[in-house]
């Protein structure tokens, strides 16, 4: 079932808004952003922060590095907001804040010590959604929860 022309209208000023105060907690004008992009014309910023415009995924990456936030949050929250049904598939509906710390508090930690792919990786983050599906995880102790993860290296 597709979602309502409303949320898909709610869903692209979301995104738009983040990109919009990203980029101007960094004092950049629309333009200072498209050239940082590689974008021809201001005018698309513009619609991507008015939600006219969807931002394509092929755009992720290069303007997650030009606002200076990590590539990995940036997606979350875009998969969120523009594809919500495969941010679904992927998070089973966890709050955000919570997918952004796991996918970039947790996961490089673990990567970095040569476990992704491995039982004890897989394990440790079946175990973190767990308590997050069961409600016991709040994004201070999923914070905590990565701490000790990372301690653990």
């Not at 079932?1 to 983040?18: D, F, H, I």
Request: a neutral charge; glycine letters at 10%.
């Amino acid at each position: 079932m597709g979602l309502s022309p409303e949320t898909v209208k709610r869903n692209k000023e979301g995104a738009g808004s983040y990109i919009s105060h990203l980029r101007k907690s960094h004092s950049l004008t629309q333009g200072d952003l498209a050239l940082l992009v590689g974008i021809e014309h201001y005018t698309m910023i513009s619609s991507y922060e008015s939600g006219r415009v969807t931002v394509p995924p092929s755009s992720y990456r290069p303007l997650a590095q030009s606002l200076r936030v990590d590539p990995r949050e940036f997606t979350v929250r875009m998969l969120a907001w523009n594809e919500p049904q495969t941010y679904a598939g992927l998070f089973d509906n966890m709050d955000v804040e919570v997918a952004v710390l796991l996918i970039t508090r947790g996961s490089p930690r673990l990567k970095s010590a040569g476990r992704v792919g491995t039982t004890a990786y897989a394990e440790a983050i079946q175990l973190l959604r767990q308590l997050i599906e069961e409600g016991g995880w709040t994004v201070e102790t999923l914070n905590r929860g990565c701490e000790l993860i990372g301690k653990s290296e």
